[in-house]
């Protein structure tokens, strides 16, 4: 009985034929919403760092030298090609590329690095307005990540030294 139950497994994969892709000897086209890894234009960065700020994987790294010059680091050893990095940039500089084949045996291969020259307001010293109350209560300020040993460092100032976080409500009482 187990060898009729085989023979017939072995016609029902006969009739089948070949499922499998000849990958190597011939190469086909990506998919249409292909993701590959992440390409940075440094012509059309403005430096918001949003694309450090969303990565899951910690993968892009900011360290500001001064108040004009910031530098991204993007690493690629973890990077999962999510997207969320050319989703979240609002000057489209991040791109998904359409390779395939990104295996390498060095690093180096896969990390950029960009130098911008940040072009700060006068008044206030920031590089851009919010255009919601939302990105307002992101991270501000320098970031200082550590280039060197290629960490993420996230410091936290999200209070106010001296001052109350909320003043006491007074009731009066009739």
């Not at 790294?61 to 990095?85: A, M, N, P, S």
């Not at 084949?101 to 307005?129: A, H, N, P, V």
Request: charged share 25%; with cysteine.
């Amino acid at each position: 009985m187990s060898f009729l139950s085989k023979f017939k497994e072995t016609l029902i994969c006969l009739k089948a034929g070949r499922v499998t892709l000849p990958y190597p000897a011939r190469s086909q086209p990506v998919p249409p919403k292909f993701r590959g890894r992440p390409i940075f234009d440094a012509a059309k960065c403005i430096g918001c760092a949003g694309c450090a700020n969303n990565c899951p994987a910690h993968e892009i790294l900011v360290f500001d030298v001064c108040q004009e010059v910031r530098i991204l680091k993007y690493l690629g050893r973890r990077c999962t090609y999510c997207g969320r990095c050319a989703d979240v940039c609002p000057e489209k500089a991040i791109t998904m590329s359409l390779e395939f084949e990104t295996g390498t045996d060095r690093i180096g291969d896969l990390q950029q690095r960009l130098d911008l020259f940040m072009s700060t307001c006068q008044r206030c010293g920031r590089c851009f307005q919010e255009p919601s109350p939302l990105e307002q209560l992101q991270q501000k300020g320098y970031r200082f990540d550590d280039l060197q040993n290629e960490r993420w460092i996230f410091r936290s100032q999200s209070y106010l030294e001296g001052e109350p976080a909320a003043d006491d409500i007074k009731i009066e009482l009739d």
